[in-house]
């Protein structure tokens, strides 16, 4: 019998880690997988989510989530998330 977590859509993982866990929590565990995304594309915009639903809740909670990731990245030597997509030009093929 599967796992029941292997039965839920990643949309319905990220909601019930958001709901269950506090940003910081989320960020780290985040940060300590930047590595497995063959695109970073993807990896920014999983956490674009992860913001968003914590936004739903409380915006000071979503920009802790942002900022705690942003810094976590930092430390392991990779690019912040990039929380903005309206820019022009820019592509998301960065190298994780």
Same mark, same amino acid.
């Not at 780290?28 to 936004?55: E, I, T």
């Not at 000071?60 to 810094?71: C, P």
């Not at 030597?77 to 592509?91: E, I, K, L, Q, S």
């Given at each position: 019998? %599967?796992?029941?977590?292997?039965?839920?859509?990643? $949309?319905?993982?990220?909601?019930?880690?958001?709901?269950?866990?506090? %940003?910081?929590? @989320?960020?780290?565990?985040?940060?300590?997988? @930047?590595?497995?995304?063959?695109?970073?594309?993807?990896?920014?915009?999983?956490?674009?989510?992860?913001? $968003?639903?914590?936004?739903?809740?409380?915006?000071?909670?979503?920009?802790?989530?942002?900022?705690?990731?942003?810094?976590?990245?930092?430390?392991?030597?990779?690019? %912040? @998330?990039?929380?903005?997509?309206?820019? %022009?030009? @820019?592509?998301?093929?960065?190298?994780?």
């Amino acid at each position: 019998m %599967p796992r029941f977590d292997a039965m839920l859509t990643i $949309a319905e993982q990220l909601s019930l880690a958001v709901r269950a866990y506090a %940003p910081t929590h @989320v960020a780290r565990h985040f940060a300590a997988h @930047v590595g497995q995304f063959y695109r970073r594309g993807d990896f920014d915009a999983l956490a674009r989510q992860a913001s $968003a639903l914590y936004a739903t809740r409380d915006s000071e909670e979503a920009h802790l989530f942002r900022r705690r990731l942003d810094r976590r990245l930092r430390d392991r030597h990779h690019a %912040p @998330v990039r929380w903005d997509t309206t820019t %022009p030009g @820019v592509t998301d093929d960065r190298a994780a």
